[in-house]
């Protein structure tokens, strides 16, 4: 076997993604077909399921549809960004290093979000503000398209060179201050849709219900998981790897742009200090795998991840728990979690 | 599945000897045009204040990612090591405990963090980069909870120890205490790297982790020491950094963070093989501080500097990286 598609074999397993192949040959040669496989999921729902009924059962309002629309809509950006970065994972390859990462998103959703308060305030219309967020978007997208596959940048680097390039772009727009903005479209996104629930809610709903149909019901899905598990096979099938790959960087942007304008609706404001969103939607996305059956990044997954987290800081707050403690314990429930699961996948080999 | 490699490695290897200097030859084009735009860049007094102020610590950050790296994984929680180093070390200062006891203890909690890390990749199986991002969450509320939701933590003026001051400004032969423990430990994580069985079993993990796992080594132990190295030297600058400054700033360490993912990945394009190495991590930090500064310098504003900083460090990407992937 020639040594690159030797190096390639580890992608060749979708299920590695979690259990480190270093840590145990057996479990990770084993993976991906187990019988027990949907056990390994499991054990997340459950643990998912016991703090949300621990949470429901502190307090009752936790369950009221007035909460879990709040839920919905307090999660849209983190949501809209991480179905973005899953995008870039299915057709990339879950491999932090090597395989398909895009870390500019964040950023693009603040120079985007900036991009339409500016106009915003500059008197431009709605129209003129999407286009200009989604644009900015698409052209961060683009930018990382032509970095990773034509440069070959890997996109670990290539993304966080554009991150930086975004925020401080957004840095030079807002200078640093809370730009507001009003409009009709922002009006409406920022209220209550029907049952309750606010408009960012459903858009996340929509965006996620576009990207899962679109995965499902075409041949898109299962192609872009070949280009990302198994490029050697995607290729032989005849398969452009480079298409799908700078297809999902542009899908990545749109979503960062996207995400820019409903975080313009959710505060009313495009506020700085985007980068911070960084690792929470790196996490969003990596906590997602562990929602799959086969343990491989999916939109179900990532939906389930930016739910489970939105409703940690939610259920918290109703709780009286201090927010200094947010942060370790959605750390502390990733690391639960993520070890049950390697944990199961170790037990399943033995 | 050949005609896949064919195509690969279809561009002949003397491109990849030229891009090897990508990053030197940025350097230079950076130090020439600097000093061609702006009359102070390349003064000793510059150049010094560059090295002790945007180098060195940054560099010590890099070298503990680059360990990391080199093991095949990655180091979210460096930032996470200084902070936690930072806030153990002012903490006994305070306390009124000696230099030497408080830079253990601040040592001590850099290994700390280094061992969590530790039983997470190594005894847990959780991958790398997913087992160090829940440290730094934990480590991000952790100092919320000690500070008060991060309000720093100074020395009290009349507290301050001379060894302090020694420790955060002092000099050995003209050259600041910060630079020989950079150069020191580069040295060291250098030779650990190429010179020794260890390092190079770090390597083999790093590279081709079925390989080592069928020649028998002792991976998770190797992952293990590595990763508890990697706090621990972070730790250090933690010391460093609140020596410098008589005060702990919390998520201070987490700006080093980027920075020392871009210098260690950007410095294998050094190694012939595209390996992680220590002279092409510096390489990288010493890039981003001459950027950064020359930028300062020729009188851009905070916000463009940022901006002109990306751009500059996205061309070196795209010549280090231009020509074959020898390691894709």
């Given at each position: 076997m020639p040594p690159s598609a030797m190096d390639r074999g580890?992608?060749?397993?979708?299920?590695?993604a979690l259990t480190d192949p270093a840590a145990d040959p057996d479990a990770w040669l084993a993976?991906?077909?187990?019988?027990?496989a949907g056990l390994r999921s499991a054990g997340s729902f459950l643990l998912v399921l016991v703090v949300l009924a621990v949470f429901a059962a502190r307090?009752?309002?936790?369950?009221?549809t007035a909460n879990l629309g709040l839920i919905l809509a307090q999660s849209s950006v983190l949501g809209i960004l991480g179905l973005g970065l899953t995008l870039v994972l299915i057709t990339g390859g879950t491999d932090v290093v090597a395989g398909g990462i895009d870390l500019s998103l964040a950023g693009t959703h603040g120079l985007s979000a900036a991009a339409f308060a500016g106009l915003n305030q500059a008197g431009a219309g709605d129209a003129a503000c999407v286009a200009a967020a989604l644009g900015t978007g698409l052209a961060v997208g683009l930018v990382n398209a032509i970095a990773v596959l034509r440069l070959r940048i890997p996109p670990l680097l290539a993304t966080l060179a554009t991150m930086n390039i975004c925020a401080g772009l957004e840095l030079v727009i807002t200078e640093n201050t809370t730009i507001p903005a009003a409009s009709p479209l922002i009006e409406w996104l920022g209220g209550t849709g029907p049952l309750d629930v606010p408009v960012l809610g459903y858009l996340l709903l929509a965006v996620a219900l576009t990207l899962a149909a679109s995965l499902r019901l075409t041949a898109l899905g299962p192609r872009a998981s070949a280009v990302g598990a198994h490029p050697e096979a995607a290729r032989a099938a005849g398969l452009s790897i480079g298409r799908y790959r700078a297809g999902s960087y542009l899908a990545s942007g749109l979503s960062g742009g996207l995400a820019g304008i409903a975080s313009v609706a959710f505060l009313n404001s495009a506020t700085g200090g985007s980068a911070d969103m960084l690792l929470p939607v790196v996490a969003t996305a990596f906590l997602g795998v562990v929602f799959s059956r086969r343990l491989v990044p999916t939109v179900p997954g990532t939906l389930l991840a930016a739910l489970f987290v939105g409703s940690l800081t939610n259920g918290f707050q109703l709780l009286h728990v201090s927010t200094y403690w947010v942060n370790g314990i959605e750390g502390a429930l990733i690391l639960a979690v993520v070890g049950a699961t390697a944990a199961s996948a170790k037990g399943h080999a033995a | 599945m050949s005609l896949v490699t064919v195509e690969r490695r279809r561009l002949a290897l003397p491109a990849a000897e030229i891009v090897r200097f990508g990053i030197p030859i940025a350097l230079v084009l950076v130090l020439v045009a600097f000093s061609a735009a702006a009359p102070g860049f390349l003064t000793v007094a510059n150049v010094t204040g560059v090295l002790v102020n945007n180098v060195a610590l940054a560099a010590i950050v890099a070298i503990a990612m680059t360990l990391a790296v080199a093991a095949g994984g990655t180091d979210l929680s460096v930032g996470t090591a200084v902070d936690l180093g930072s806030l153990a070390f002012i903490t006994a200062i305070g306390a009124g405990q000696p230099v030497a006891l408080a830079g253990l203890y601040g040592l001590l909690a850099g290994i700390g963090t280094g061992l969590f890390n530790a039983l997470l990749i190594a005894r847990l199986s959780i991958t790398p980069f997913l087992a160090t991002l829940g440290t730094l969450f934990i480590g991000h509320s952790l100092q919320q909870l000690t500070t008060d939701g991060g309000n720093p933590v100074y020395v009290p003026a009349d507290r301050i120890p001379a060894a302090l001051a020694v420790l955060g400004h002092g000099a050995v032969l003209g050259v600041p205490l910060a630079l020989w423990l950079v150069l020191i430990l580069g040295v060291g994580a250098r030779l650990l790297l190429e010179r020794t069985r260890f390092g190079r079993e770090v390597l083999a993990v790093g590279t081709q982790v079925e390989v080592a796992i069928h020649s028998g080594l002792p991976v998770r132990r190797i992952l293990a020491l590595v990763y508890v190295a990697s706090a621990a030297v972070a730790a250090l600058a933690g010391i460093l950094l609140s020596a410098h400054v008589n005060a702990y700033v919390p998520y201070a360490g987490n700006a080093y963070l980027l920075d020392s993912i871009g210098a260690a990945f950007i410095g294998t394009s050094l190694s012939r093989n595209r390996r992680p190495n220590i002279p092409g991590t510096i390489l990288g930090v010493v890039l981003f501080a001459f950027v950064t500064n020359g930028l300062l310098l020729v009188g851009w504003n905070f916000y463009w500097q940022q901006v002109g900083t990306g751009v500059l460090i996205f061309s070196t990407l795209a010549l280090a990286f231009a020509g074959p992937r020898l390691h894709a």
């Open positions: 580890f992608e060749t397993v979708p299920s590695i993976g991906g077909a187990g019988t027990l307090v009752p309002a936790f369950l009221g | -």
